[in-house]
Every structure is written in C-alpha cells, then in structure tokens.
C-alpha cells in the first residue's frame, strides 16, 4: 500500500505466537524520523534485530538463502501460502512445484529444533543436522529465544521421527512437538519428552 507522505506498507506474517500483525515499511530515508516517532507516541516499542530474527524464527518463517539451500523446492516450506501461486501461468519450476503438491510430498520438510544451548556460540547456517552417523538435514538460522532458549529452523528428510535424537555440531537437539506427525500420538509425546530433556540439559538438570 502506498503511503500519502512516500514509501510503501506490506503486510507480513505473523511473527511469535501469531498475536500480533507485522507491517514493513519502505520509506524515504527523510521520513524515517518521523515515522519513528510517530509509531513510538502511539506506543510502539525499539528492539533489536536479535530480537526480531527470534521471533521469525518462532513463527517458523524462513529467509530464502539462510533456511532454505540450492536444493529447496517451496514445497518444503511456508511458501505455498505466501509466495507462490498454484494456478498461475508458466514459470520456472511450476511443473515440479504442482506435481510434489498434487503426487506426493516434498523429500524435506522445515522444522523447529530446541538446542541444548551448552555452547557460547550457535551453529553456523549449513551445519549438517545429524541422527547418530548419519546426515539427515541442515540448519539454517540459530537464534538465543527469550522464553524458548536457542531454537533453530531446519530442512530434514521426511523420515526423520519426530522424537529423534538429533545433532548439530556439538549441541544435542530435538524436533518440536507441533513439528512431528498430528496422528501419531505416541511419536508426538515421545518429541514433547526429547524436547524436555533438550531443556534439562540446558539449565544442568
């Protein structure tokens, strides 16, 4: 939406717990000042990029080059509510795009994984998700949560278990709960238990 005074307004999603909405603003290098402190006398307030890159991360929103690789289809994440259009004329890789959706599932599928944060530094994007010796995905961003601890967003195979003892590098970690299978009960109290211990970990329990 165009703004009267110059720049633009997107909607986005939502971030964290999806109470909240989330607009971007592209404005004039002028109008920043004043946009500020407009939106801080209606009771907005400042935080820090860390803090936004948390909550994204929350809401499971990937960033195309960080969460995503050379090989990602937008089958594997958000994408297909968002950004791309099932109906629409040709483009570069619709054919692939509509026959995983119509045929099958992607060979991923974007996670979120609770680290056991014993590290003073987090995995790098691309740092191999592993189960025992075997790779089963890659991590893209890592963040420091203020409620959830260090969370991350991963690409792993469809046939990894929800309630898998997971690696990245060093740091122990476990796939969210409202990530695994909605009917496979047992799978899914199994994952609330990994994560469980993820967090015992953390704090020396």
Request: proline share 7%; net charge neutral.
């Amino acid at each position: 939406v165009a703004l009267p005074t110059g720049g633009w307004a997107r909607r986005s999603p939502a971030t964290g717990d999806g109470s909240a909405a989330v607009v971007d603003l592209l404005l004039p290098r002028a109008e920043v000042g004043a946009r500020a402190d407009e939106l801080f006398a209606a009771g907005a307030v400042s935080a820090g990029l860390d803090a936004f890159e948390a909550l994204r991360v929350e809401a499971r929103r990937p960033r195309a080059g960080v969460d995503s690789d050379h090989r990602s289809i937008p089958n594997e994440l958000p994408w297909l509510r968002t950004a791309v259009h099932l109906e629409k004329g040709c483009y570069r890789g619709q054919e692939t795009v509509a026959r995983v959706h119509n045929l099958g599932r992607p060979p991923r599928r974007l996670v979120l994984l609770h680290l056991d944060g014993m590290s003073e530094t987090v995995p790098a994007p691309g740092t191999p998700v592993t189960s025992g010796s075997r790779e089963v995905g890659r991590v893209g961003t890592v963040v420091r949560h203020h409620e959830l601890g260090v969370i991350g967003l991963a690409l792993v195979k469809q046939s990894v278990a929800p309630d898998a003892v997971l690696h990245v590098g060093e740091a122990v970690a476990a796939i969210d709960p409202d990530d695994g299978p909605q009917d496979v009960d047992a799978a899914v109290a199994a994952a609330r238990d990994r994560v469980k211990a993820v967090r015992l970990r953390r704090c020396g329990g």
